[in-house]
């Protein structure tokens, strides 16, 4: 039986709707999946830039001379070295009591990470370490520190870290020193001691 003109007509209407309608929920759909990736990826690399910037702004560099101080009347070895760190151009105050420091040399020596002193310097500057496990680190001058005394290293400061060194540290050897504090870049210090050790003197 032949459906008269006008009800076919409207049948075709019918399905071209339907088709339409698929096809714009499908297609709303689509752009919701492709803007919500576009926008994550987007907050993404907003989230690494930030982090890389403020890892970047929170490392401390070496300020002027890494000073040797040999104890004893014919030294052979460095008792410890002064190094004078400040933070880089535009960084972050830094918890210096979270920082990592370790230590090798061309003779063996290695200490992956040097204990800190809190309670003071005393320990470091009156003897030479037993062992390589012995040595130990401490923080022996702040200068133009800001506010109350505490751990963190602000723009400005300049602060003395006094680092014990192990018994390998002799003369002509190569040691390095590793500063990784808890967020940022790492700072590598590369000296060789001298072949004769007076008091006190650079390494270069």
């Given at each position: 039986m032949k459906l008269p003109q006008t009800l076919e007509t409207a049948f075709t209407g019918l399905e071209a709707a339907i088709v339409l309608i698929a096809f714009v929920v499908v297609a709303a759909v689509f752009s919701y999946?492709?803007?919500g990736a576009g926008f994550y990826t987007t907050q993404t690399a907003q989230a690494t830039v930030h982090t890389g910037v403020a890892q970047a702004?929170?490392?401390v560099e070496v300020d002027g001379n890494v000073m040797g101080v040999?104890?004893?009347?014919t030294p052979s070895q460095l008792s410890y070295v002064n190094v004078s760190i400040i933070l880089m151009a535009g960084g972050t105050p830094m918890d210096l009591s979270q920082m990592v420091i370790s230590y090798t040399d061309?003779?063996?020596g290695r200490n992956a990470s040097i204990n800190m002193?809190?309670?003071g310097c005393g320990t470091i500057l009156s003897a030479n370490a037993a062992t390589k496990d012995d040595i130990q680190w401490c923080v022996s001058q702040k200068i133009n520190e800001v506010g109350n005394p505490n751990n963190l290293i602000e723009p400005n400061e300049l602060w003395i870290l006094t680092i014990g060194m192990p018994?390998?540290?002799t003369v002509n050897q190569k040691i390095t020193l590793t500063l990784q504090p808890a967020v940022g870049a790492v700072s590598s210090i590369s000296k060789t001691i001298p072949g004769a050790l007076s008091k006190i003197q650079p390494i270069y």
């Amino acid at each position: 039986m032949k459906l008269p003109q006008t009800l076919e007509t409207a049948f075709t209407g019918l399905e071209a709707a339907i088709v339409l309608i698929a096809f714009v929920v499908v297609a709303a759909v689509f752009s919701y999946v492709v803007l919500g990736a576009g926008f994550y990826t987007t907050q993404t690399a907003q989230a690494t830039v930030h982090t890389g910037v403020a890892q970047a702004s929170s490392s401390v560099e070496v300020d002027g001379n890494v000073m040797g101080v040999a104890l004893g009347d014919t030294p052979s070895q460095l008792s410890y070295v002064n190094v004078s760190i400040i933070l880089m151009a535009g960084g972050t105050p830094m918890d210096l009591s979270q920082m990592v420091i370790s230590y090798t040399d061309t003779a063996g020596g290695r200490n992956a990470s040097i204990n800190m002193t809190p309670s003071g310097c005393g320990t470091i500057l009156s003897a030479n370490a037993a062992t390589k496990d012995d040595i130990q680190w401490c923080v022996s001058q702040k200068i133009n520190e800001v506010g109350n005394p505490n751990n963190l290293i602000e723009p400005n400061e300049l602060w003395i870290l006094t680092i014990g060194m192990p018994p390998t540290a002799t003369v002509n050897q190569k040691i390095t020193l590793t500063l990784q504090p808890a967020v940022g870049a790492v700072s590598s210090i590369s000296k060789t001691i001298p072949g004769a050790l007076s008091k006190i003197q650079p390494i270069y």
